[in-house]
C-alpha cells in the first residue's frame, strides 16, 4: 500500500507542478500564456518532441540510451518532403502515375516512408546494441552524426518545400469542435470505467487499492483535466491532430509497456538484466525491437515535424532527443532503467513545452533558457537519485 500511495505521490507532484508553473508563467506574461490559442499552440509545438518522448520512456526503461533520435526524426522529416517534393513528382513522370504526385497518395507514401525509414535505422543501431554488444551511447551518438550528415547531404543546407496540402493536414489540422466535444465525452467515460474496473480487478485479487476518497479525487482530477483541455481547444479552432494521433499512440504503447509480454520483458532488463536472463527473457531480441520502436516514433515525429513547418530544414530535430530525455526524467522515468511510466512523460513533455512556450513570451534571451532546461534537468536527475536511495 505505501508503494502504491509512494508512486501517486510522484504522480500528483509532477501534475501540481505544472499546474504552478502555468500559473507563474501566466501571471509573468500578463496572461499571454493562459489564452486557447497559445495553449493550443504550446500543444501543436509540444507534441513533435512527446513522439520521441514515448519511444524515449521504454528505451531508459530497459537501461539504454538514444542520443541519435533528434537527428533521425530530421533525417526522416526531409524524406517526407523530398518524397512530395521531388522523387514521387519523377516517378510519376517517368511511369504516368500522376495520381501519385499529389493528394492522399503522395501524403500516405511520405508519412510511411519516414516511418520506415525510421524502423530501419532503429533496426540498424538495435543491431549493434543488440548483437554487436556496443553501448548505446556509443552507437547512437554515432548514429546522430551519421544521421545529421545524411540530412545535411540531402538537403544540401537548402529548404525543402513546400509540402502537399494533404500532408500538411497531419500538422496543422484541426478537429470540429462538434467532434472534439464527443471524443471528450468518451475520454471521460472510459476514464471513470476504467478506473472502477481496476478497482474491482485489484480487490478481486487481494492486491493493495488506494482509499476511496484518493481515487475518487484522482479520477475527477483526470476528468477535469480532459474537460479543461476540450474546452480550452474548442474556444481556438479545435483540438489539433498532431495532439490526437500523440494521445492515440501513447495510448497503445502504454498498453503494450503495461499489459503485454513484451512490455514486461523491458522493464524486468532495466531493473536487473541478470535476472532477466536467468528467467529466460530473450534479452537481445527485446532491445532490438525496443530500438525500432524508437525509430518509428522519431519517424512519425520527423512527418509531423515537417507537416506542421510546411518545410523540411537542414537543422530540422536539433537537440529533440535531449528534451524527450528531460521529459522522461521529469515524467519520473529513472535513468537506471527499470521503471517509467509513458503518460507521465507526456507531462514531462508539457512541462518542457511550456518553459519554451512561456520564455518566448517573455522575450527571454535565448541563452538564458538554455540555461534553465538545463538546470531543470540536472534537478530532475537529482531528485530521481535521491528519491532510489531512500527506496533502497
Known amino acids: 500500500m ?36 497559445n495553449l493550443s499552440n504550446l500543444f ?31 533525417l526522416t522529416g526531409a524524406i517526407a518532403a523530398l518524397m512530395q517534393v521531388r522523387w514521387l513528382p519523377a516517378l510519376a513522370q517517368r511511369t504516368g502515375w500522376t495520381a501519385l504526385a499529389s493528394g492522399w497518395p503522395a501524403a500516405i507514401l511520405a508519412i510511411c516512408a519516414a516511418v520506415a525509414c525510421g524502423v530501419a535505422l532503429g ?18 551518438l554515432g548514429g546522430s552524426l551519421v544521421f545529421r550528415g545524411w540530412l545535411l547531404g540531402l538537403t544540401r543546407g537548402v529548404n525543402i ?30 476514464v471513470i470505467a476504467y478506473r472502477i474496473y481496476s478497482r474491482i480487478n485489484r480487490q478481486r485479487y487481494g492486491l ?32 489539433p491532430v498532431p495532439v490526437i494521433l ?40 527485446s532491445i532490438f ?11 512519425v515525429s520527423g512527418a509531423v515535424l515537417s507537416a506542421r513547418l510546411n518545410v523540411a530544414t537542414a537543422n530540422a530535430g536539433s537537440q529533440f532527443e535531449l528534451n524527450a530525455i528531460a521529459a522522461c526524467v521529469i515524467g519520473g522515468t529513472s535513468l537506471a532503467g527499470g521503471e517509467g511510466s509513458i503518460p507521465m512523460a ?13 520564455m518566448s513570451l517573455m522575450n527571454v534571451e535565448s541563452f538564458w533558457q538554455q540555461i534553465i532546461k538545463g538546470l531543470i534537468l540536472a534537478t530532475a536527475v537529482l531528485i530521481d537519485v535521491n528519491s532510489r536511495k531512500g527506496q533502497d
Request: with cysteine.
Open 346 to 358: 507526456l507531462i514531462g513533455a508539457l512541462i518542457m513545452a511550456s518553459v519554451d512556450n512561456g
Open 289 to 299: 525491437k525496443i530500438f525500432m520502436v524508437m525509430g518509428a516514433m522519431a519517424g
Open 246 to 285: 500523440l494521445l492515440a499512440l501513447a495510448g497503445v504503447f502504454t498498453f503494450i509497456a503495461t499489459r503485454t509480454q513484451f512490455g514486461r520483458h523491458v522493464y524486468a532488463i532495466g531493473g536487473n538484466i541478470e535476472a532477466a536472463r536467468l528467467s529466460g527473457i530473450n534479452i537481445r531480441q
Open 208 to 239: 493493495p487499492v488506494r482509499p476511496v476518497w484518493l481515487e475518487a479525487l484522482a479520477t475527477v482530477g483526470v476528468c477535469a483535466m480532459i474537460i479543461f483541455f476540450v474546452t480550452q481547444m474548442n474556444s481556438y479552432r479545435g483540438i
Open 161 to 190: 518545400a513546400p509540402m502537399d496540402p494533404k500532408f500538411q493536414l497531419l500538422g496543422q489540422a484541426y478537429l470540429s469542435t462538434g467532434l472534439g466535444t464527443a471524443l471528450g465525452v468518451i475520454a471521460v467515460a472510459a
Open 44 to 74: 501543436r509545438q509540444g507534441s513533435v518532441v512527446a513522439f520521441i518522448a514515448v519511444g524515449m520512456v521504454l528505451v531508459i526503461a530497459a537501461g539504454q540510451i538514444d542520443l541519435s533520435a533528434g537527428s533521425l526524426a530530421g
Open 123 to 140: 533496426a540498424v543501431q538495435g543491431v549493434w546494441v543488440a548483437y554487436g554488444k556496443v553501448p548505446a551511447f556509443i552507437v547512437t
Open 2 to 37: 505505501k508503494g502504491l500511495l509512494a508512486v501517486d505521490m510522484r504522480s500528483y507532484t509532477i501534475v501540481l507542478a505544472l499546474v504552478v508553473l502555468w500559473i507563474v508563467l501566466s501571471l509573468l506574461s500578463d496572461g499571454a500564456f493562459f489564452t486557447p490559442r
